[in-house]
């Protein structure tokens, strides 16, 4: 029995930045042998962008290419992409995130990889979709995931200009996506003993996503947009403390927690106050309401504010930075994070895979690759001989 779900899963992965890798980076955990390939003189556009403030540590590179191997080959000569299809022989799942021009330029379109090898599943990743008047358009979460799919405009308050995302998330949303699609079509393979492609885009993640909006959207040609603080349920809203903390609040079925919500505030004396005591009433005064609130949660400090809450079983969390998550108990109770051991660094901790499976858990194994660490290797297992790599190296096929 494999001691992994995706051990003896071979991957290719023509990728660069960080959505397609990530998808590597998952399947990786739960032990696909993952070879990245990157080019030989430039290697992945990722590696050295994250060296800002002089850490010690490409850490966005760690990320999406911890548990692969590296290997430097030049697809843009054919004898490159003879090399690839040597690979891909073999392999079970592609990955790439070249658009659909540089797919054809370099021969390495599913018409042309299927060919080579039925079973393959051939998972591409692009900004918006491998059809379309944009599809060769570039694509980078912030623009595809965030600004077209409608995200940038729905989360900020009235009259405010859109708020500046935060790098990567879109890209791992999509990372996700494209996993969930390659193991699905990885499972239709063993029902079926043939492969399939394998489309993700950042635009229509970034859409399904706020799918909740595009519901409204396309049902009536309109969409809620955010509103003020102000005019938000004072029961579903975001509170100061006095430690210049916040505290989100999210009671959508409100009536439950109203006497709980006025007892832990102080508030108990418009409990039964006719101009809150339902929910429609609540609404029609939501500005008085919340301006009580929000004096209410400025008295105490956020450790202060916690054990009340709890104590009348209100629903909310602390609004936490990215330094707060770093040291929360529950996120590191239920594994979010993993200490690894660099071959230089000592321990380092990563964020890891977020799915948890019982019985083969995923694991980081090994930290990310160096450029072409393993390119003699991978070419071995691959039928070459050491004088074919002495010939490759010649070529400048590989480093």
Known sequence: MANKALE?????EVAQWVAAPG??????????????????VTGDSMRGLSNVGGLAVDWLFELDNRNKRSMTLDISKKEGQLVLYKLIEKADVFITSLRPSELKRYKLEYTALSR????LVYASLTGYGNKG???ERRGYDVSAFWARSGFMASIREPDMPPLFPRGGMGDHTASIAMACGITTALYARERTGVGQEVDVSLYNTGVWVLSIDMSCALATGEYAPSRKRSETPAMTNVYQTRDNKW???????????WPGFCKALGLEHIEKDDRFNSMMSRMMNNDELFTMAEQAMAKRTLAEWKPIL??????YAPVQDPTDVAKDEQAWANDFFATVEHPTLGKIKLVANPIKLSKMPSSIRM?????????EEVLLENGYSWDDIARLKEQGLIA
């Open 8 to 12: 003896g899963i071979k991957v290719v």
């Open 23 to 40: 998808a590597g980076a998952l399947l990786a955990d739960w032990g696909a042998d993952v070879v990245h390939i990157e080019h030989p």
């Open 116 to 119: 080579v090898n039925p079973r």
């Open 133 to 135: 008047p944009d599809k």
């Open 247 to 257: 505290i989100y609040f999210v009671h959508l079925q409100q009536d439950p927690y």
């Open 310 to 315: 709890d104590e009348h079983e209100l629903i």
């Open 367 to 375: 930290t990310a690759p160096q450029s072409g660490q393993h390119t």
